[in-house]
């Protein structure tokens, strides 16, 4: 009770030095915490919209293994839904036509879709009405009316009375919107068009006796397996039946994404968290040091070490709480603003479907409260070996020498580790072993750097200083000087700083060389001018394919799919392959290089070519002969033509044939669409077949135009988006560091008051001792800059010769990101500093030098 009571009143009497360690402790939960709470809600919201569309048992078409993607929605009979309704316990059953294979398109010729979600058309029939009710209009009732759901058509601006275009496998279709439909739970961001049943089958399946699934509700009394198992009795073989809670899930896999979100999020949580002990670290190291001669005296009126020991553990736990609970509060407020964000940006998400489990306080609480014990053992343990004759010294007695000299062995031993597995990573032969000791001297370098940190502070910092601090005179000599005074401190500020700008650094590295390789590989490898795909899930259509071949000025055009095959080689072994086939034009627009054979010679009848290691592994040469099933089609034997190098970024590893063999092999029916065309335009007319393809693709707003440049820049802003993505992630992380500036100068302006009153008396400026305390700030916040930026530098140059094993061989260094880095660096020491300079400012000199 004793120790408990001294715990309290220590850390109330230094409750203001408690504040910013606190406060990382409240970021860092509420990040973990806010995470939790948006990514449940995220799947609440996903899965009361999936249990809205799935029904007690469905039943829909078999999907065979490795199928043809051929573009057109798989079906049914309608006949089927008859059958089913004439089982034993079903209480109705309706078939239902739905697909995603489409495009709207409204009247000026813009792509209607879904906020992120993808665009869907169905029957308004008697099973979407389960899951969708009638707004505001009315229910179409022929082939030329349709509804759209009312978040799309707000999004939008569509209305009633707005013509839309349905573009299809089957054909375009014009419809006037009669009517809203809006969704009896939340619809996360999907896109709905709804045609009256026959219309629906005809327009968007091209059958009127066909329908995409039977979706069945069970009578009372009969479990969603029974009557699953009693339909399969009744249809046979032949069909897929699953039940709601199958389908569900089937829907779930579907949306993986949900699952890389949560753990992403909580991935950069945990590099706040990381950064976030330093923090405390130095907080409590620097607490127990300005209390050596408190200490010192309860030990000598009778404190045991393991009372002191408990005592300073006893004010981290206190913290931890205290910390926790207001971050736990903070974390479902932050989960509250993401979805404000995600609806702002089309994302509907609703705050009343707000998930807090039991586990979100209970993760919360252990990673606050455990954070801060793990952090504040180190001075705890320091604290528990003040000797009774630390009351007779002066507050701050410098740490042990051993134990420095151990830590900086230990550190240079971690780090030159890490360095070897960096340089093993870099010169490895295969991706997966070079993977992994890149991880290895990831983790290493790290660890290494954080440890050795204090003695490198003595070097680095005495090299800043010359530098940026050489101008300021006495006032710059003294501030590097404070710096250095305590090697462990500034290195343990400047490593948390040192973590976010090496994640920073390495990740710029990664960026600009993956962008650097692919343009450097379309300028070596791409011979076409032009690249027109789909922004969306829609392959091709015939009358785009006829749009692009008919334009004007193109020299040549190449169609592109990817067609499904079983391959078996003389070996005797049968892999499934996803085989590219294209044109013959397309040896010229993508020029891949050859080991063996010519390219022109795959696109020969039944022929095909291989790559390097499918060649090797399989013992193959040219000539050779594989036996190929067109999964749906024929089993014939092909001849090898050619084989290709995987030293390359675009189509590593692809098989090549033409698609005259596969058209040779295949039912038109189980033919996949084109994905993709290339294009040339005749020599000098590159501007106006530019201008000619775009207008031949103005109706068709789903397929996009791109000319090598246009690819360029839409690789760097993809790019460049995932890496903004994550240095938001990373900003926290960031903040929490800068926070330990912010602690470190506050805490050492109150360790050093005596100083700082007698340089005032001896003539030190208020001014000039608040530009000492933001030199001081400068100087660890570059200090964590280069540490920071020079480990992200290896970091990045490493992982660059491991990918350039699978084709990126183009290292390019980001000099004016990393430059920007370093002198946003010193900016924030500037702003770190202004708080505890203005403090310093303020204490009156002659209490200042009366302080013991």
């Not at 007690?56 to 009979?77: F, K, L, N, S, Y």
Request: aromatic share 4%; net charge negative.
């Amino acid at each position: 009770m004793t120790v408990l009571r001294i715990s309290l009143r220590s850390f109330f009497s230094h409750r203001g030095r408690m504040v910013l360690s606190g406060l990382a402790i409240v970021l860092s939960v509420a990040f973990v915490c806010g995470t939790l709470v948006f990514t449940g809600t995220l799947n609440t919201t996903f899965d009361r919209f999936f249990s809205s569309l799935t029904s007690d048992v469905r039943v829909a078409p078999v999907e065979e293994e490795h199928a043809q993607e051929t573009g057109r929605p798989d079906t049914i009979p309608a006949s089927v839904a008859d059958q089913v309704r004439a089982v034993d316990g079903v209480a109705a059953a309706d078939g239902q036509v739905m697909t995603e294979h489409l495009t709207l398109v409204d009247g000026e010729g813009e792509q209607i879709d879904g906020s992120g979600g993808p665009t869907f058309g169905a029957d308004w029939g008697p099973a979407i009405q389960r899951s969708m009710e009638l707004a505001e209009g009315r229910a179409p009732s022929g082939p030329g009316e349709a509804l759209l759901d009312a978040d799309t058509a707000e999004r939008q601006g569509v209305a009633i009375g707005d013509h839309l275009e349905i573009v299809a496998v089957a054909g375009r279709v014009t419809v006037e919107v009669t009517g809203l439909a809006s969704f009896r739970d939340t619809n996360p961001g999907a896109a709905f068009v709804l045609l009256d049943p026959a219309a629906a089958a005809e327009g968007l399946l091209g059958a009127a006796d066909e329908i995409s699934t039977v979706e069945v509700v069970a009578a009372d009394g009969v479990s969603d397996d029974e009557l699953r198992d009693r339909i399969v009795a009744a249809l046979g073989d032949g069909f897929a039946v699953e039940t709601r809670a199958e389908g569900e899930e089937a829907l779930r896999d579907e949306v993986g994404f949900l699952g890389v979100v949560r753990y992403a999020m909580l991935g950069f949580a945990g590099i706040a968290v990381l950064v976030g002990i330093f923090l405390i670290v130095n907080t409590f190291s620097m607490l127990v040091a300005q209390r050596t001669r408190e200490i010192g005296l309860m030990r000598a009126i009778g404190s045991s070490r393991r009372q002191v020991n408990r005592s300073v553990l006893t004010e981290a736990l206190l913290l931890g709480v205290v910390g926790s609970a207001l971050g736990i509060g903070a974390g479902i407020g932050l989960a509250v603003g993401l979805m404000e964000l995600m609806s702002a940006a089309g994302v509907n998400m609703d705050t009343s479907q707000l998930t807090v489990t039991a586990a979100v306080p209970v993760v919360g609480l252990a990673v606050g409260v455990v954070t801060t014990l793990v952090a504040a053992w180190l001075p705890a343990r320091r604290a528990g070996q003040v000797s009774p004759m630390a009351a007779l010294r002066e507050a701050g007695t410098p740490s042990d020498a051993r134990a420095g000299r151990v830590r900086a062995a230990c550190g240079l031993l971690l780090s030159g580790a890490g360095a070897a597995a960096l340089v093993a990573a870099a010169n490895a032969d295969e991706a997966s072993g070079g993977s992994a000791l890149l991880g290895l001297g990831l983790l290493a370098t790290l660890v290494g750097a954080v440890v050795v940190a204090p003695l490198l502070a003595s070097v680095v910092v005495r090299a800043v200083s010359a530098v940026v601090l050489r101008a300021f005179g006495p006032v710059g000599r003294m501030a590097g000087r404070n710096a250095l005074r305590n090697p462990r401190r500034t290195g343990a500020t400047a490593g948390a700083l040192m973590i976010g700008l090496a994640l920073v650094g390495g990740l710029g590295v990664v960026g600009s060389s993956v962008v650097a390789s692919a343009s450097g590989q379309l300028d070596r490898t791409v011979g076409a001018d032009f690249m027109v795909d789909s922004s969306s899930s829609q392959a091709f259509t015939p009358d785009a394919v006829r749009a692009v071949r008919e334009t004007p000025g193109l020299q040549h055009v190449t169609e592109l799919t990817v067609v499904s095959v079983e391959l078996t080689t003389a070996d005797g072994e049968t892999s499934a392959q996803e085989m590219v086939a294209a044109d013959p034009t397309y040896a010229d627009d993508v020029r891949a290089e050859t080991l063996s054979g010519e390219l022109s010679a795959a696109y020969g009848p039944d022929h095909l070519s291989v790559p390097e290691s499918f060649a090797t592994e399989h013992g193959l040469a040219v000539g050779d002969e594989l036996t190929a099933r067109f999964v749906g089609g024929e089993t014939v034997p092909l001849t090898l033509g050619a084989i290709t190098s995987e030293d390359t970024v675009l189509d590593q590893g692809a098989m090549y044939l033409a698609l005259d063999t596969a058209r040779a092999h295949l039912p038109a029916d189980r033919m996949p669409s084109t994905t993709t065309m290339f294009a040339r335009a005749n020599d000098g007319a590159e501007d106006a077949a530019y201008a000619a393809l775009r207008e031949s693709l103005r109706e068709f707003p789903m397929y996009e135009v791109n000319n090598q440049a246009d690819y360029k820049q839409l690789l760097e802003d993809e790019i460049g988006t995932l890496l903004n993505i994550v240095y938001g992630l990373l900003a926290l992380a960031i903040v929490v560091a800068i926070l330990g500036v912010v602690n470190t100068l506050t805490l050492s302006v109150v360790e050093r008051t005596r100083e700082i009153g007698l340089m005032r008396a001896i003539g030190l400026s208020r001014r000039q001792l608040r530009r000492m305390i933001r030199l001081e700030s400068v100087v660890i916040a570059v200090f964590g800059a280069v540490l920071g930026l020079g480990l992200g530098l290896c970091w990045g140059v490493t992982t660059q010769r491991v990918l350039a094993l699978e084709g990126f061989d183009v290292l390019e260094i980001p000099w004016p990101t990393i430059l920007t880095v370093l002198g946003a660096s010193a900016v924030v020491g500037l702003v770190a500093a202004l708080l505890p300079a203005f403090r310093a400012g303020r204490l009156p000199v002659l209490r200042a030098i009366a302080v013991s």
